[in-house]
């Protein structure tokens, strides 16, 4: 399911990385969209992000970020999503 359009929720693009098949996360913000640096703090926004959805970009990613949010208990909050945001 989807976040509706009102719903403003931060979140990851995953890519995989084809070279040694690892996931890489980017961090952005749900109100603009702008990439984030590590510290999670959107500067258009002037707000820190908590990124909880993960938008992923292949198929083989969505597999790949699945079966690690199922597998680890620290990440019961998260949400995957196959595609990207739209």
């Known amino acids: 399911m989807n976040p509706t359009k009102d719903e403003v929720r931060d979140y990851f ?6 070279e040694d098949d690892s996931l890489e996360m980017e961090p ?17 926004c002037r707000r820190n992000c908590l990124c909880l959805d993960i938008y992923c ?3 083989v990613a969505y597999k790949k970020v699945t079966r ?6 620290q ?6 999503f196959k595609g990207l945001k739209e």
């Open 13 to 18: 693009i995953a890519v995989l990385n084809e």
């Open 28 to 44: 952005h913000c749900g109100r603009c969209d702008a990439h984030l640096n590590e510290d999670y703090y959107c500067e258009n």
């Open 57 to 59: 970009k292949t198929e």
């Open 68 to 73: 690690l949010l199922s597998e680890q208990e």
């Open 75 to 80: 990440f019961k909050k998260f949400r995957a």
